[in-house]
């Protein structure tokens, strides 16, 4: 019989409602109930895509006999971090202070004051490597709690004060300048790794939002040290098996330092940073390297994400069935061995297709399988062939058993893949991308937002979730909102953009600046979240400092780029400590330094001249840069649909950019060629 997770809108929480635990949803009234039996409450976290939450489940979850035991002696609760990552921040924080690591699953016993006095994260069926079993932990829970009240009472009131102890105060450290960001990129080098790109050791993550900030230092200060970090760890990653060479579109992350071996699982939010990054690389250095993997990217998530309500979804499965066994294993949807190459192109094409991948007879997967790659060393196909080859793999790969898709749409991943398709779509001349994410936008404000510009965090098939967004849904989609605007010149997006940095600057700031992950109003929890690092996203906090950032330039509100301004007090304080954990946020300040340039281009929408120099302003390296486009707008108000157009005229009655940054605006010019020179070196 299903449990009460059968009426959950969450695909993690369904895929756990025929369990034999009887779970509950994080709700006040599994805390009464546990209050009420005199029992703990063990709480699960997870999300869809999760390899080993999938393994706990079926190890433990599915058991009867452990689930009789859950069920006697505790009130079980599950979450999905992606539907409540303000749950998942507050006691993964605990977690990791306790025990000095974390991750998912996430393991909590707390009290029914929501108190945790004991961690964990996958725990296996029989104790093996040092972890005692799943059963040997829920047995010493129970003993504590009945034999020890006292201790454990004393051991979650004082997590509790300690948690409470680590409010931030970095509204008063001050802006950051030339000189910290300088202090950034010295300590990045010093864990760059030159000879396979990226940063630290194994498992090796992608760096979006650090690679966005290299791209962005080297076009305010010409530094080719970062722009040849970003250049040689970018095609790294694309050359690797981090990357699907058949399909596009990245992994999570490499379990080896060399980007070969991914775990396989693609996360929306990963490939919309990383097709934002390669469209930008492509826009510094015209490499078709980075063309390709930006087009493939965005083509991969429009193809294999996209829901039929026009959002995309959140993740596709690292584990898929294995034909052969019938077992769901990961990896199995996109391992070849050299015989199947053969199999499905014949001897030759098989062969070469081997050589031109890095198939090998060893493997370099399990059971004699290998990820797809690039090597360096391949040889070299004819155009023609290789697409052919590409074509026929990709045909005989979609009819394997295909991995499973986390259907629920999540409102700050869809603001990062508005941002990206809609670049893509400009610098690339794909329309259709363009009219992609004009479509997502529309799902955001018909679906999750309601009459007072508030988010929700999540939905699925249309349906809207109960859960209120956080810092991050409102940073990263009005920044995607910000990007629509300047692509498609409809002023309605800077609306609704100013709608939601508005309800930050309302809800979510403290009196000294700084940001909280959730809204005043927000359900209570131990602690209120605030983090300002990133994690495989930006973080809220410098999402939603680069959106005032922009949202200033577009308007010249004071208010907002203060906001911005001191919200960006976290970067002067960690940027030089810990820049490969504040990146995004690296990236907003080198915006703020360099203006960020507000770009006007006024004429008729009719004119070709005027789609040229608009291209040219999107095609500008300037970092954060805004632009706006359409008639000019009158003194009563009519006409151009942007502030920034305000009283620009025409030159000559031709189509006109004007360039403005720290009060002071260049030359007006009709000439493509002057507006690059003004908004940094382009190579179209």
Known sequence: MPNRLAHATSPYLLQHADNPVDWWQWEPAAFDEARRRGVPVFLSVGYSSCHWCHVLAHESFEDELTAAYMNEHFVNIKVDREERPDIDAVYMEAVQAATGQGGWPMSVFMTADAEPFYFGTYFPPQPRQGMPSFMQVLEGVRTAWVGRPEEVAEVAQRIVRDLAGRELDYGKAGTPGPGELAQALLGLTREYDSARGG??????????????????????????????????????????GLYDQLGGGFARYSVDREW????????????????????????????????????????????????????????????????LTGEHVEGAYYAWTPAQLREVLGE???????????????????????????????????????????ERLLAARGRRPAPGRDDKIVAAWNGLAIAALAECGAYFERPDLVERATEAADLLVRVHMDGRARLSRTSKDGQVGANDGVLEDYGDVADGFLAL???????????????????VLDRFTAEDGSLYDTAHDAEKLIRRPQDPTDTAAPSGWTAAAGALLSYAAHTGSEAHRTAAERALGVVHALGPRVPRFIGHGLSVAEALLDGPREVAVVGHPEDPALALLHRTALLGTAPGAVVAVGLPRAEDGTGGEFPLLAERTLVHDLPTAYVCRHFVCARPTTEPVE???????IRP
């Open 199 to 240: 940063f630290g050791g194994a498992p090796k993550f992608p760096p979006s939002m650090v690679l966005e900030f290299l791209l962005r230092h080297h076009a305010r200060t010409g530094s080719e040290g970062a722009l040849q970090m970003a250049v040689d760890t970018c095609e790294a990653m694309a050359r690797g």
């Open 260 to 323: 070969v071996i991914p775990h396989f699982e693609k996360m929306l939010y990963d490939n919309a940073l990383l097709c934002r990054v390669y469209a930008h690389l492509w826009r510094a250095t015209g490499s078709d390297l980075a063309r390709r993997v930006a087009l493939e990217t965005a083509d991969f998530m429009v193809r294999e994400l996209r829901t039929d309500q026009g959002g995309f979804a959140s993740a596709l499965d690292a584990d898929s069935e294995d034909p």
């Open 348 to 390: 030759d094409d098989g062969d070469l297709a081997a050589g031109y991948f890095g198939v090998t007879e060893e493997g370099t997967f399990e059971h004699g399988a290998s990820v797809l790659q690039l090597p360096q060393d391949g040889p070299v196909v004819e155009a023609g062939r290789l697409s052919g080859i590409k």
């Open 485 to 503: 605007a300047s692509v498609t010149g409809e002023g309605v997006w800077l609306e609704f953009a100013g709608f939601l940095v508005d309800l």
């Open 675 to 681: 507006l690059a020179e003004q908004l940094g070196v």
